[in-house]
Every structure is written in C-alpha cells, then in structure tokens.
C-alpha cells in the first residue's frame, strides 16, 4: 500500500507561483506512473499533468502546458507540480495520483490518490 501526502498549496495572486509536493510512503514509487489531477468547486477531476516511470516523460493538459511543470524524485519518493503563472482558473484542490492501470489522463484508472491541497488564485 502507498500513502501520498501533498503539499504546498496555499492562496497566491495571479501571476505567481507555487510548488506542490507528493511525498509517498509504504513503497517506492520509481516503478510507477504518477500524475497530478485537480477539481474546481463545482466541476468534475480533471487531469493535469503525468510522468512516466520508464523513461520520465511528462505530459501536460492543454490549459496548463507551457506554465506547469511536474517532475518526480524517485530517491526521496517524491513528485513535485511546479506551477508558474497562475492564474483564477487554476483555483481548485489538487490531488497526486500514483500507479495508473490505464491512459494516464484517465484519473479512474490510478491506484492510489492523496488526499488533496487547495490551491486558490486571486484575481
């Protein structure tokens, strides 16, 4: 079984910038795909970033490439979600999601999931 933890969210102003954290404990997580996904108030899980396993490829929605970056630290057990110029659609409560059966977009497929950190984005 692995737990995840995020971190790192916070209320921020639009423009600026965050650094989620995912620490996981009871077992590595280097032989896993992990992803990140968000929800807004009102609107349904939406996938935000992934990174392999095999090769650490990353892939990003199309709302976010290009400002977020998600990377992973298989020796401290760890994915990060750098996000950079934020913005008031960015606000929601963001989960880490680890060892996915399916396409990596798709959140039903992942294994393992954090309980979730807010991030909200004035305008």
């Known amino acids: 079984q692995v737990l995840l933890v995020e971190s790192g969210g916070g209320l921020v102003q639009a423009g600026g910038s965050l650094r989620l954290s995912c620490a996981a404990s009871?077992?590595?997580?280097?032989?896993?795909?992990m992803a990140w996904f968000r929800q807004a108030p009102g609107k349904g899980r939406e996938f935000v970033a992934a990174i392999f396993w095999t090769d650490y490829s990353t892939y990003y929605s199309d709302s976010v490439r290009g400002r977020f970056t998600i990377s992973r630290d298989n020796a401290a057990n760890t994915v990060y979600l750098q996000m950079d110029s934020l913005k008031a659609e960015d606000t929601a409560v963001y989960f880490c999601?680890?060892?996915?059966?399916?396409?990596?977009?798709?959140?039903?497929?992942?294994?393992?999931w954090g309980q979730g950190t807010q991030v909200t984005v004035s305008s």
């Open positions: 999601a680890g060892y996915s059966r399916s396409h990596y977009t798709d959140g039903t497929g992942y294994h393992y």
């Open positions: 009871g077992r590595t997580i280097d032989s896993y795909t």
